[in-house]
């Protein structure tokens, strides 16, 4: 059992008191447009399977128990706003959130929280690293140099809104949700996103995503997802070892 609301009280008492140390995972995720092919929830899907994924990896470890926490479900999503389905909320609702649902567990002795993420609106980011850091709690930052070098070169490249990078992840842990008809027909779209938007650019239709999504979706393959999951589910491992 890796979700933490699967749990009873008891259960959850028995964690604090027992000799594994507990680390709870905070998956968050944003519903917004990926392309004609993705789901609005690509982001959501991405970050609770790494979690998963980790929970899983370290089930057995005898000096850490892992729990993954409901997931975060909407961020701060307004660059994709001329698209139908977007949802965002403020930063202040999103900083609110993170940091009193991170309060009321670490009230209650667990103080090893990770939250990942899988949303990079910068706005996003900013909130999310500004709310983990007043919570006292562990952000899991895949945009940075040391992490980001990891990962793929479309991921590094910056063109991967529900490119190939993404697409790749959804199709490894639900292929169901991904139109991989339409995804075939898709032609690369080369952006640099945070290029575009440090030119000032501030919605995909500027940034020339007129069918939201950059990069290369026709490229997508289960295996890339799996073998993408293994790396993020290493630099989670890492992580969680790091604040166990």
């Known amino acids: 059992m890796t979700a933490f609301a699967d749990l009873t ?3 959850v008492a028995e964690l604090l008191s027992g000799t594994r140390t507990p680390v709870l995972l905070l998956p968050v ?7 004609p092919h993705g789901p609005l929830g690509t982001d959501e899907v ?7 994924r980790a929970a899983e990896r370290l089930s057995g470890d005898p000096d850490v128990r892992v729990l993954v926490l409901p997931t975060l479900n909407y961020g701060v999503t307004r660059m994709g706003a001329a698209f139908p389905g977007a949802v965002t909320v403020s930063e202040s609702t999103l900083h609110a959130l993170v940091t009193e649902v991170c309060g009321a567990l670490v009230a209650q002795g667990f103080t090893r929280i ?3 993420n899988n949303h990079f609106e910068p706005a996003h980011v900013t909130t999310l690293r500004k709310a983990a850091a007043e919570a006292g709690v562990t952000y899991l930052d895949l945009v940075r140099r040391h992490n980001a070098a990891r990962l793929t070169e ?5 063109s991967c809104h529900a490119g190939r990078y993404e697409t790749s992840l ?13 995804a075939a027909t898709l032609p690369p779209v080369p952006v640099d996103l945070p290029a575009a938007m440090a030119e000032g650019k501030a919605d995909f239709v500027a940034m020339g995503m ?3 999504y950059c990069g290369d979706p026709a490229g997508a393959s289960v295996a890339e997802g799996q073998s993408t999951f293994d790396t993020l589910t290493d630099l ?4 969680i070892r790091g604040v166990a």
């Open 154 to 158: 479309e991921f590094r490249s910056g």
């Open 29 to 35: 995720g944003a519903v917004e447009p990926h392309g």
């Open 114 to 116: 990770v939250v990942v």
């Open 210 to 212: 007129d069918r939201a």
């Open 9 to 11: 009280s008891p259960q």
């Open 236 to 239: 989670l491992v890492e992580t």
């Open 170 to 182: 959804v199709l490894a842990d639900r292929p169901d949700l991904v139109d991989t008809d339409t």
């Open 46 to 52: 991405i970050s609770a399977g790494m979690c998963g």
